[in-house]
């Protein structure tokens, strides 16, 4: 199961201040994450990295992205980007396979447009849903997929669900789509996605004993608003790991040798917004856990909750 964080700011901030640095930084996750249900893998997240960021409007509004098969703890590409490179809306990824094989297309994030998307977790009953999946998508986001992970067929799928709204996913519009609309898509991605799984016939289920659990931690930015999902289709199962925290500022703490960060508030506003599946810091009220079945819009240049929104009910 991967690992991922995604970054949001009124400032722009070193990428190396949440990849390299931090006690638990993504980094460190790649060979040493402690969170994650499936154990059976150790604590590794090996299958390759990525990095995507958003640069000035002047160079346009798709996303930058770095993707690489090379483990990430062993790239020194990365600690020379990370450490000369600064934006204010981040994502970073660590890939453990469970769907696709180790290569560059099955790197998160995918981009589309100025839209940007990464998941952990997986598609329940995924190599009987597939088909179904492609059946429904418009030709060209079909043919836009060129990896062979779930988490990419799901992307398409929630393109394809933006444009069946009426909005056009390659527009690329200055202000952005909007936190309603991407809230709106990602619902309605969920809800197809678990439909799928409930067109399984029950003997096949039976017969070949299939996981239908999908884990579907997904996160979404039009460089503008970030909409992140916890969710598993079980009433019963616990979903995969997610945590927030929100402040002023993301700093090193003062007088510490061991350079260890801190989620810095210094008054009621939120300018920072940080989600991780695993915290960068362990330290006492730093994060919050984001509750099963819930969804989090995060819009703004000042950075704004606009509220978690319950996901479709499990079953």
């Not at 798709?62 to 600064?86: G, H, M, V, Y």
């Not at 799901?154 to 991407?182: I, Q």
Request: proline share 4%; aromatic share 8%; net charge neutral.
């Amino acid at each position: 199961m991967c690992r991922f964080l995604v970054y949001k700011g009124s400032d722009e901030i070193l990428l190396s201040k949440l990849i390299l640095e931090p006690c638990h930084s993504i980094l460190r996750q790649s060979f040493d994450s402690r969170l994650r249900l499936d154990t059976r893998r150790g604590a590794n997240n090996a299958d390759g990295f990525g990095i995507g960021y958003y640069t000035s409007p002047k160079l346009g509004a798709e996303p930058c992205i770095f993707t690489s098969t090379t483990p990430a703890w062993n790239d020194p590409n990365l600690q020379r980007i990370a450490s000369k490179t600064a934006s204010n809306l981040i994502f970073a990824h660590v890939r453990a396979t469970t769907e696709g094989s180790t290569s560059p297309d099955n790197c998160h994030p995918f981009e589309n447009g100025s839209l940007m998307w990464m998941h952990n977790g997986g598609l329940g009953g995924w190599k009987h849903i597939k088909r179904r999946l492609a059946e429904r998508l418009a030709d060209k986001w079909y043919l836009g997929v060129r990896g062979g992970t779930d988490s990419e067929w799901a992307f398409a799928l929630f393109l394809d669900t933006l444009e069946r709204m009426g909005v056009d996913p390659s527009s690329s519009p200055k202000k952005g789509f909007g936190p309603m609309v991407l809230r709106k898509a990602m619902l309605k991605t969920i809800a197809q996605i678990n439909d799928l799984i409930d067109q399984i016939p029950e003997s096949t289920l039976h017969s070949e004993n299939i996981d239908t659990r999908s884990l579907l931690n997904f996160c979404v930015s039009d460089g503008h608003s970030i909409i992140c999902t916890r969710y598993i289709n079980s009433s019963t199962d616990e979903a995969a790991s997610l945590y927030y925290s929100s402040g002023t500022q993301w700093e090193t703490r003062q007088h510490d040798d061991n350079e260890n960060y801190q989620m810095k508030r210094r008054d009621k506003g939120a300018d920072v917004v940080l989600v991780s599946s695993e915290p960068l810091t362990f330290e006492r009220g730093q994060t919050e856990t984001m509750r099963n079945s819930t969804l989090g819009s995060y819009s703004l240049t000042v950075l704004q909750k606009i509220g978690s929104t319950s996901l479709p009910t499990p079953s």
